[in-house]
Protein backbone atom coordinates (compact mmCIF):
# COMPACT_ATOMS: atom_id res chain seq x y z
CA UNK A 1 0.00 0.00 0.00
CA UNK A 2 1.10 3.58 -1.25
CA UNK A 3 1.71 5.94 1.85
CA UNK A 4 1.13 9.86 1.25
CA UNK A 5 1.34 12.77 4.00
CA UNK A 6 -1.06 16.02 3.15
CA UNK A 7 0.28 18.84 5.22
CA UNK A 8 -2.46 21.42 5.30
CA UNK A 9 -5.08 18.41 5.27
CA UNK A 10 -7.59 20.66 7.29
CA UNK A 11 -7.85 22.63 4.71
CA UNK A 12 -9.90 23.45 1.10
CA UNK A 13 -7.15 22.15 -1.52
CA UNK A 14 -5.75 19.20 0.98
CA UNK A 15 -8.82 18.29 2.72
CA UNK A 16 -9.73 17.13 -1.32
CA UNK A 17 -6.39 15.60 -1.66
CA UNK A 18 -7.04 13.49 1.47
CA UNK A 19 -10.53 12.28 -0.32
CA UNK A 20 -8.60 11.61 -3.54
CA UNK A 21 -5.88 9.47 -2.17
CA UNK A 22 -7.86 7.50 0.06
CA UNK A 23 -10.21 6.40 -3.04
CA UNK A 24 -6.98 5.26 -4.40
CA UNK A 25 -6.18 3.18 -1.72
CA UNK A 26 -3.35 5.18 -0.05
CA UNK A 27 -2.85 5.05 3.34
CA UNK A 28 -2.83 8.83 4.37
CA UNK A 29 -1.78 10.79 7.27
CA UNK A 30 -2.87 14.38 7.51
CA UNK A 31 -1.58 17.23 9.74
CA UNK A 32 -2.97 21.04 10.19
CA UNK A 33 -3.88 23.19 13.10
CA UNK A 34 -7.13 22.53 12.65
CA UNK A 35 -9.76 19.84 11.35
CA UNK A 36 -11.53 20.22 8.24
CA UNK A 37 -14.64 22.67 8.91
CA UNK A 38 -17.17 20.88 6.75
CA UNK A 39 -16.34 17.21 6.15
CA UNK A 40 -14.16 14.53 7.44
CA UNK A 41 -11.56 13.44 4.68
CA UNK A 42 -10.63 10.35 6.07
CA UNK A 43 -7.58 10.45 7.04
CA UNK A 44 -6.34 7.03 8.38
CA UNK A 45 -4.00 9.38 10.90
CA UNK A 46 -4.45 13.00 11.54
CA UNK A 47 -1.97 15.00 13.44
CA UNK A 48 -3.39 18.19 14.92
CA UNK A 49 -0.22 20.93 14.93
CA UNK A 50 1.51 23.44 13.90
CA UNK A 51 4.36 22.99 11.14
CA UNK A 52 6.01 25.92 12.00
CA UNK A 53 7.76 23.95 14.55
CA UNK A 54 10.24 22.01 13.59
CA UNK A 55 9.92 19.32 15.90
CA UNK A 56 5.96 18.44 14.55
CA UNK A 57 7.47 18.38 11.06
CA UNK A 58 10.50 15.68 11.71
CA UNK A 59 7.30 13.92 13.82
CA UNK A 60 5.24 13.81 11.31
CA UNK A 61 7.36 12.37 8.44
CA UNK A 62 8.86 9.63 11.05
CA UNK A 63 8.98 7.10 7.23
CA UNK A 64 9.92 7.45 4.07
CA UNK A 65 6.37 8.70 2.62
CA UNK A 66 5.87 7.74 -1.27
CA UNK A 67 4.08 11.20 -1.62
CA UNK A 68 4.22 14.21 0.36
CA UNK A 69 1.65 17.07 0.08
CA UNK A 70 2.36 20.52 1.11
CA UNK A 71 0.07 22.96 1.15
CA UNK A 72 -0.20 24.37 4.31
CA UNK A 73 0.08 28.47 4.33
CA UNK A 74 -0.77 31.38 6.01
CA UNK A 75 -3.84 32.55 3.48
CA UNK A 76 -6.77 33.62 2.06
CA UNK A 77 -8.63 36.03 -0.13
CA UNK A 78 -8.06 39.63 -1.46
CA UNK A 79 -9.56 41.28 1.76
CA UNK A 80 -6.67 38.98 3.24
CA UNK A 81 -3.92 38.66 1.21
CA UNK A 82 -3.61 42.55 -0.15
CA UNK A 83 -4.68 44.97 2.58
CA UNK A 84 -1.06 44.88 3.87
CA UNK A 85 -1.92 44.36 7.78
CA UNK A 86 -0.71 40.39 7.20
CA UNK A 87 2.83 40.48 5.59
CA UNK A 88 4.57 39.70 8.10
CA UNK A 89 2.63 36.62 9.60
CA UNK A 90 2.25 35.74 5.81
CA UNK A 91 5.90 35.65 5.36
CA UNK A 92 7.33 34.13 8.42
CA UNK A 93 4.20 31.27 9.05
CA UNK A 94 4.39 30.33 5.77
CA UNK A 95 8.47 30.40 5.78
CA UNK A 96 8.78 28.03 8.38
CA UNK A 97 6.63 25.88 7.46
CA UNK A 98 7.95 25.21 4.02
CA UNK A 99 11.99 25.42 5.28
CA UNK A 100 10.80 22.65 7.94
CA UNK A 101 9.08 20.38 6.13
CA UNK A 102 11.58 20.06 2.71
CA UNK A 103 14.35 19.10 5.95
CA UNK A 104 12.08 17.16 7.25
CA UNK A 105 11.18 15.52 3.98
CA UNK A 106 15.01 15.52 2.94
CA UNK A 107 15.82 13.53 6.05
CA UNK A 108 13.00 11.03 5.94
CA UNK A 109 13.75 9.91 2.67
CA UNK A 110 10.45 11.20 1.22
CA UNK A 111 9.70 9.51 -2.22
CA UNK A 112 8.21 12.54 -4.38
CA UNK A 113 7.06 16.09 -2.51
CA UNK A 114 4.17 18.33 -3.99
CA UNK A 115 4.50 22.19 -3.16
CA UNK A 116 1.75 24.75 -4.16
CA UNK A 117 2.64 27.44 -5.06
CA UNK A 118 0.03 30.36 -6.62
CA UNK A 119 -0.09 33.00 -9.68
CA UNK A 120 0.90 35.60 -7.47
CA UNK A 121 4.58 34.98 -7.56
CA UNK A 122 4.42 36.60 -11.06
CA UNK A 123 5.41 39.81 -11.97
CA UNK A 124 3.02 42.71 -11.53
CA UNK A 125 3.67 44.53 -14.66
CA UNK A 126 2.45 41.37 -16.82
CA UNK A 127 -0.65 41.90 -15.05
CA UNK A 128 -1.80 44.78 -15.43
CA UNK A 129 -3.65 44.60 -19.13
CA UNK A 130 -7.22 43.02 -17.91
CA UNK A 131 -7.53 41.39 -21.22
CA UNK A 132 -3.84 40.34 -22.06
CA UNK A 133 -1.91 39.22 -19.23
CA UNK A 134 1.16 37.22 -19.64
CA UNK A 135 1.31 34.58 -17.31
CA UNK A 136 3.86 31.76 -19.04
CA UNK A 137 6.11 30.11 -16.74
CA UNK A 138 9.22 31.50 -18.33
CA UNK A 139 7.58 35.21 -17.73
CA UNK A 140 8.37 34.61 -13.59
CA UNK A 141 12.08 36.23 -13.72
CA UNK A 142 12.78 39.40 -13.04
CA UNK A 143 10.79 38.82 -10.12
CA UNK A 144 8.42 41.49 -8.86
CA UNK A 145 5.19 40.42 -7.42
CA UNK A 146 2.43 42.30 -6.24
CA UNK A 147 1.92 41.18 -2.37
CA UNK A 148 4.02 39.47 -0.03
CA UNK A 149 2.37 36.58 -0.11
CA UNK A 150 3.56 35.86 -3.67
CA UNK A 151 7.18 36.86 -3.04
CA UNK A 152 7.20 34.06 0.24
CA UNK A 153 5.74 31.35 -2.72
CA UNK A 154 8.15 32.39 -5.10
CA UNK A 155 11.31 32.08 -2.19
CA UNK A 156 9.45 28.84 -1.09
CA UNK A 157 9.83 27.47 -4.88
CA UNK A 158 13.45 28.22 -5.04
CA UNK A 159 13.68 26.42 -1.82
CA UNK A 160 12.56 23.29 -2.92
CA UNK A 161 14.15 23.77 -6.47
CA UNK A 162 17.71 23.88 -4.53
CA UNK A 163 17.15 20.65 -2.72
CA UNK A 164 15.64 19.16 -5.52
CA UNK A 165 19.34 20.13 -7.12
CA UNK A 166 21.39 19.65 -4.30
CA UNK A 167 20.15 16.49 -2.62
CA UNK A 168 18.32 14.62 -5.28
CA UNK A 169 14.89 15.23 -4.20
CA UNK A 170 11.80 14.54 -6.60
CA UNK A 171 10.09 18.04 -6.58
CA UNK A 172 7.13 18.87 -8.26
CA UNK A 173 5.18 22.11 -7.98
CA UNK A 174 2.30 23.88 -9.35
CA UNK A 175 1.37 27.63 -9.56
CA UNK A 176 -2.32 27.47 -8.63
CA UNK A 177 -4.92 29.96 -10.50
CA UNK A 178 -8.52 31.14 -8.13
CA UNK A 179 -8.96 27.54 -6.84
CA UNK A 180 -12.56 27.28 -5.92
CA UNK A 181 -15.22 25.15 -5.49
CA UNK A 182 -17.50 23.85 -1.90
CA UNK A 183 -17.09 22.61 1.02
CA UNK A 184 -14.49 25.68 1.62
CA UNK A 185 -14.56 29.50 3.31
CA UNK A 186 -16.87 30.82 2.51
CA UNK A 187 -17.12 33.72 5.29
CA UNK A 188 -14.42 35.03 7.47
CA UNK A 189 -12.63 37.55 5.31
CA UNK A 190 -9.76 34.61 3.71
CA UNK A 191 -12.47 33.48 1.33
CA UNK A 192 -11.80 34.03 -2.56
CA UNK A 193 -14.02 35.92 -4.58
CA UNK A 194 -16.19 33.14 -6.11
CA UNK A 195 -16.93 32.30 -2.70
CA UNK A 196 -17.67 35.46 -1.39
CA UNK A 197 -19.65 36.55 -4.39
CA UNK A 198 -22.06 33.40 -3.76
CA UNK A 199 -22.79 34.31 -0.56
CA UNK A 200 -23.61 38.13 -1.37
CA UNK A 201 -26.34 36.41 -3.89
CA UNK A 202 -27.61 34.07 -1.66
CA UNK A 203 -28.07 36.86 1.13
CA UNK A 204 -29.53 39.49 -1.49
CA UNK A 205 -32.85 39.47 -1.65
CA UNK A 206 -34.49 39.35 -5.48
CA UNK A 207 -34.20 43.03 -6.92
CA UNK A 208 -31.50 44.12 -4.49
CA UNK A 209 -28.25 44.65 -5.15
CA UNK A 210 -24.70 43.09 -3.50
CA UNK A 211 -21.15 45.03 -3.43
CA UNK A 212 -17.80 44.37 -6.04
CA UNK A 213 -14.46 45.50 -4.92
CA UNK A 214 -13.21 48.05 -7.48
CA UNK A 215 -14.85 48.86 -11.28
CA UNK A 216 -15.38 44.67 -11.16
CA UNK A 217 -13.35 44.96 -14.80
CA UNK A 218 -10.48 42.81 -13.29
CA UNK A 219 -9.82 39.66 -14.73
CA UNK A 220 -9.15 36.40 -13.44
CA UNK A 221 -9.30 32.35 -14.25
CA UNK A 222 -11.20 30.24 -11.98
CA UNK A 223 -10.44 26.41 -11.45
CA UNK A 224 -12.82 24.06 -9.71
CA UNK A 225 -11.12 22.12 -6.64
CA UNK A 226 -11.77 18.69 -8.44
CA UNK A 227 -9.91 19.67 -11.48
CA UNK A 228 -7.11 21.11 -9.42
CA UNK A 229 -7.10 17.85 -7.49
CA UNK A 230 -6.96 15.72 -10.85
CA UNK A 231 -3.90 18.44 -12.38
CA UNK A 232 -1.97 17.82 -9.13
CA UNK A 233 -2.25 13.95 -9.04
CA UNK A 234 -0.84 14.14 -12.46
CA UNK A 235 1.69 16.69 -12.00
CA UNK A 236 2.59 14.46 -8.90
CA UNK A 237 2.82 11.34 -11.06
CA UNK A 238 5.02 12.87 -14.15
CA UNK A 239 8.24 13.22 -15.09
CA UNK A 240 7.82 17.19 -15.05
CA UNK A 241 10.34 18.69 -12.86
CA UNK A 242 9.76 22.61 -13.28
CA UNK A 243 7.15 24.66 -11.74
CA UNK A 244 3.61 24.88 -14.06
CA UNK A 245 0.27 26.41 -14.07
CA UNK A 246 -2.65 24.75 -12.55
CA UNK A 247 -5.64 26.55 -13.96
CA UNK A 248 -8.17 27.55 -16.13
CA UNK A 249 -8.44 28.99 -19.21
CA UNK A 250 -11.50 31.00 -19.57
CA UNK A 251 -10.73 34.23 -18.28
CA UNK A 252 -13.95 36.50 -17.04
CA UNK A 253 -14.33 39.88 -15.42
CA UNK A 254 -15.36 40.04 -12.14
CA UNK A 255 -18.66 41.70 -12.81
CA UNK A 256 -18.98 38.57 -15.49
CA UNK A 257 -18.62 36.60 -12.66
CA UNK A 258 -21.10 38.06 -10.93
CA UNK A 259 -23.75 37.87 -13.47
CA UNK A 260 -23.14 33.94 -13.80
CA UNK A 261 -23.74 33.53 -10.45
CA UNK A 262 -26.99 35.69 -10.33
CA UNK A 263 -28.03 33.50 -13.21
CA UNK A 264 -27.56 30.44 -11.39
CA UNK A 265 -29.37 31.80 -8.29
CA UNK A 266 -32.30 33.15 -10.62
CA UNK A 267 -31.71 36.73 -9.00
CA UNK A 268 -31.98 39.92 -10.64
CA UNK A 269 -29.26 41.97 -8.82
CA UNK A 270 -27.62 45.49 -9.31
CA UNK A 271 -24.06 46.04 -8.91
CA UNK A 272 -22.35 48.42 -6.64
CA UNK A 273 -19.21 49.20 -6.50
CA UNK A 274 -16.70 49.84 -3.66
CA UNK A 275 -13.13 50.96 -2.68
CA UNK A 276 -11.43 47.61 -1.49
CA UNK A 277 -8.29 45.02 -2.19
CA UNK A 278 -7.75 44.17 -5.87
CA UNK A 279 -4.65 42.93 -6.70
CA UNK A 280 -3.49 42.94 -10.07
CA UNK A 281 -5.64 43.78 -13.12
CA UNK A 282 -5.63 40.43 -15.20
CA UNK A 283 -4.59 36.62 -14.29
CA UNK A 284 -5.42 33.78 -16.57
CA UNK A 285 -3.49 30.78 -16.58
CA UNK A 286 -1.77 29.84 -19.36
CA UNK A 287 -1.69 25.81 -19.48
CA UNK A 288 0.38 25.65 -22.62
CA UNK A 289 3.41 23.72 -20.64
CA UNK A 290 1.49 21.50 -18.50
CA UNK A 291 -0.20 20.20 -21.58
CA UNK A 292 3.29 19.62 -23.07
CA UNK A 293 4.59 18.03 -20.25
CA UNK A 294 2.06 16.29 -18.48
CA UNK A 295 -0.66 15.88 -21.42
CA UNK A 296 -3.97 17.30 -19.87
CA UNK A 297 -5.71 20.43 -19.34
CA UNK A 298 -8.61 21.43 -17.39
CA UNK A 299 -11.80 21.07 -19.04
CA UNK A 300 -14.91 22.14 -16.99
CA UNK A 301 -16.68 24.75 -17.68
CA UNK A 302 -16.67 27.65 -15.31
CA UNK A 303 -20.52 27.85 -14.96
CA UNK A 304 -20.54 24.11 -13.81
CA UNK A 305 -18.23 24.51 -10.88
CA UNK A 306 -20.20 27.62 -9.84
CA UNK A 307 -23.65 25.72 -10.03
CA UNK A 308 -22.47 23.12 -7.33
CA UNK A 309 -20.89 25.94 -5.13
CA UNK A 310 -23.27 28.32 -5.46
CA UNK A 311 -25.85 25.68 -4.38
CA UNK A 312 -23.82 24.72 -1.23
CA UNK A 313 -22.87 27.99 0.20
CA UNK A 314 -26.90 29.07 -0.13
CA UNK A 315 -27.21 26.09 1.87
CA UNK A 316 -24.59 27.67 4.15
CA UNK A 317 -26.43 30.57 4.41
CA UNK A 318 -29.82 29.18 4.92
CA UNK A 319 -28.59 27.06 7.74
CA UNK A 320 -27.01 30.08 9.83
CA UNK A 321 -29.42 32.33 9.57
CA UNK A 322 -31.37 29.88 11.01
CA UNK A 323 -29.22 29.79 13.67
Keep these: MKTALVCGAGGFIGGQMVKRLKAEGYWVRGVDLVEHEFFDPGADEFVKGDLRDPVLCRDVTDRPFDEVYQFAADMGGAGFVFVGDNDAAIMHNSGLINLNMVEACRLAGAGRVFYSSSACMYPQENQLEPDNPNLAEDSAYPANPDSDYGWEKLFSERLYLAYARNYGMTIRIARYHNIFGEEGAWTGGREKSPAAICRKVAEAQDGGEIEIWGDGRQTRSFLHVSECVEATRRLMLSDCDEPVNIGSEEMVSINQLAEIV????????????????????????????????????????????????????????????DG
Excluded: C
Excluded at 275 to 285: I, K, M, Q, W
Excluded at 302 to 321: D, F, H, K, P, S
Design 262 to 321: MGIAGKTLSLRHVDGPLGVRGRNSDNRLFRKRVGWAPEQPLARGLETTYRWIEQQVRENA
